[in-house]
C-alpha cells in the first residue's frame, strides 16, 4: 500500500474511533440504557447505565478542556435528562419492591393464620 492510501486509511479509522466516542453517541447509548432499565431494571441494565453516564461525564469534562463550553452545556443537560429519567426509574423499582415485599408479609401472615386455625381446629381446642 502505498504511503498516500496507508495515511487515507489511518485518518479514516481515526475518524470512525473517534466517532463512536463522541458524546452525541454516548447520549444516544445512555438513552438506550435507561429505557432497558425501564423496562427491565437489574444490575446489568445499572451498570450499563452508570457507565454511560460516566462517560458522559468525561466527554463534557474534554469539551470544557477544549473551550467548548456551548457543547458542553448542551450535554450537561442532556446528561442531566438522563439521570432524572434513571432516578424515577430506580425509584419506581424501589416502590415495586416494597410493594412485593409487603404482599409476601401480608400472604405469610395469611398462610400461617390459617395454619393456626387448622392447627386449633384439628387439635378440638376450638370446640366448646
Not at 15 to 21: E, K
Not at 76 to 93: E, P, T, V
Amino acid at each position: 500500500m502505498s504511503r498516500p492510501a496507508a495515511a487515507l486509511v489511518a485518518i479514516c479509522l481515526a475518524l470512525a474511533v473517534a466517532g463512536c466516542d463522541s458524546p452525541a453517541r454516548t447520549v444516544e447509548a445512555a438513552r438506550r440504557h435507561v429505557t432497558e432499565f425501564q423496562a427491565d431494571p437489574n444490575d446489568k441494565t445499572q451498570a450499563a447505565v452508570e457507565e454511560s453516564l460516566a462517560r458522559l461525564d468525561s466527554q463534557i469534562a474534554g469539551l470544557e478542556k477544549k473551550d467548548d463550553s456551548v457543547q458542553a452545556d448542551l450535554y450537561r443537560q442532556q446528561a442531566a435528562r438522563l439521570r432524572s429519567d434513571f432516578q424515577a426509574a430506580k425509584i419506581h423499582k424501589a416502590l415495586r419492591d416494597a410493594k412485593n415485599a409487603i404482599q409476601g408479609i401480608g400472604d405469610a401472615f395469611k398462610g400461617a393464620g390459617k395454619v393456626i386455625s387448622e392447627t386449633l381446629q384439628s387439635s378440638g381446642t376450638n370446640e366448646q
